[in-house]
């Protein structure tokens, strides 16, 4: 195997792999909700049925780095791929969607780690980031096209959207048969479920007990929780405000959403750097502000030009932050374990959010209510969030971070 190779068998079959993978993962989502309005589901179970995919994140977080490492990640990432085309085939078979989604989360928590892992083992030396930036690229590309492709496709058919899926996931797994056979990572992992549970207990504490860590990941969780319940708040926003009750409109303007976070990551990237971080913060106020006058908006080109704004904003604020917690977290606990504390974070601020989310969707509360609401808050938070860092910068005397 040439490591030298950017574009070597391994390399390409990954990147075919994740671009089917990801873009069925998002094309699902509108299949299914497409699916779930046309058996008269309250609008409740929609915000619900995110939950369930969200939960295997939380629950698999202490395992799927050890599963990752434990075998070859190319065989790895063929199972997770198999777990999701389970899903999406139960619910072409008219299993439950809410089951059929969860199935298709376990293999969405256990694919992510090998996913990143395996680049390091296909590629060495400049080389990695390179790969990173491919990967990321073909992740876009698949989030777009595969949100576009499900809404469009699931407003002319139903049943053909979720085969579609059920076709793009059969294409990863076929991808991933042709990545090379890679040794395992660590041949040394016990499977002693309650030392695991303990190890990462461990982890976990001393991320809290680092101020630093903590607030950091407290703003990238909220970023997350936010960018899915905004996902939602779209959704029943459309036929509100706008009066339309397509499934297609919605998925336009969330991938509207992912093209301004594109934009404001490039930015991000060439004015922060790491001895700045903290300059972002101010963006995912104007975030939250920005939502808020979204969701008073009734002009669908304006609707657009402010989705692209709060992507932007959002991608602003993220970016830094997550190399922050990296380049912090490596130090005191390694990449691997810090990324995994960081999944749980993240994805139990989508499930609190969410649940809020869909606790006043269930009550009847206003869209706009909600929204204005939402919006308001996130920004007093992130607010709250910038005095707290400001603070614990000023302490340990920290410069040229505000």
């Known amino acids: 195997m040439n490591h030298n190779s950017l574009l070597s068998k391994g390399m390409v079959a990954t990147m075919l792999a994740q671009f089917f993978s990801a873009f ?18 309250p609008e409740w179970s929609e915000s619900a049925l995110q939950i369930g995919f969200v939960i295997p994140f939380i629950i698999l977080s202490p395992f799927v780095g050890q599963f990752a490492d434990c075998m070859s990640k190319g065989k790895v990432m063929m199972i997770s791929n198999a777990m999701k085309l389970l899903g999406a085939a139960c619910i072409c078979l008219n299993f439950s969607p809410f089951i059929g989604y969860f199935l298709v989360g376990v293999g969405a928590a256990g694919y992510s780690p090998a996913k990143y892992g395996i680049l390091g083992e296909l590629t060495s030396g400049n080389n990695l980031v390179k790969a990173n930036g491919l ?10 096209l595969g949100s576009l492709a499900g809404g469009h496709l699931a407003d002319m058919n139903v049943s053909a959207s979720l085969l579609a899926c059920v076709l793009m996931y059969g294409f990863a797994v076929i991808a991933n048969i042709f990545i090379p056979k890679l040794p395992a990572a660590r041949k040394d992992i016990q499977w002693n479920i309650k030392g695991m549970i303990k190890d990462f207990s461990k982890t976990v504490h001393i991320i809290l007990n680092n101020k630093l860590v903590l607030y950091t990941l407290l703003g990238t969780s909220l970023f997350w929780g936010a960018g899915v319940t905004l996902r939602f708040l779209l959704i029943l926003w459309v036929p509100a405000v706008l009066n339309i009750t397509d499934i297609a409109t919605p998925t336009n303007l969330n991938a509207v959403v992912a093209i301004g976070i594109v934009i404001g990551a490039g930015l991000a990237s060439l004015l922060i750097s790491i001895n700045n971080t903290l300059r972002c913060i101010p963006a995912g106020i104007m975030m939250g502000i920005a939502v808020i006058a979204f969701t008073l908006q009734s002009n669908l080109i304006a609707c657009y030009v402010l989705l692209i704004v709060i992507g932007a904003l959002g991608g602003f604020f993220l970016v830094p932050l997550n190399a922050l917690i990296q380049k912090t977290g490596k130090d005191l606990v390694g990449a691997g374990s810090v990324i995994s504390v960081q999944n749980l974070s993240e994805y139990t601020t989508m499930m609190v959010m969410l649940g809020l989310y869909t606790v006043a969707v269930s009550f009847k509360i206003s869209i706009i209510t909600i929204g204005v609401s939402f919006g308001a808050l996130f920004a007093i938070i992130i607010f709250l969030l910038w005095l707290g860092l400001k603070k614990y910068a000023t302490n340990k005397s920290i410069k040229n971070v505000n």
Not at 24 to 37: G, M, S, V
Request: aromatic residues 14%; proline residues 0%.
């Open 135 to 144: 990967i990321e690229a073909s992740t876009i590309a698949a989030i777009l």
């Open 24 to 41: 069925a993962d998002n094309a699902i989502f509108f299949a299914i909700l497409a699916y779930i309005r046309k058996l008269q589901y």
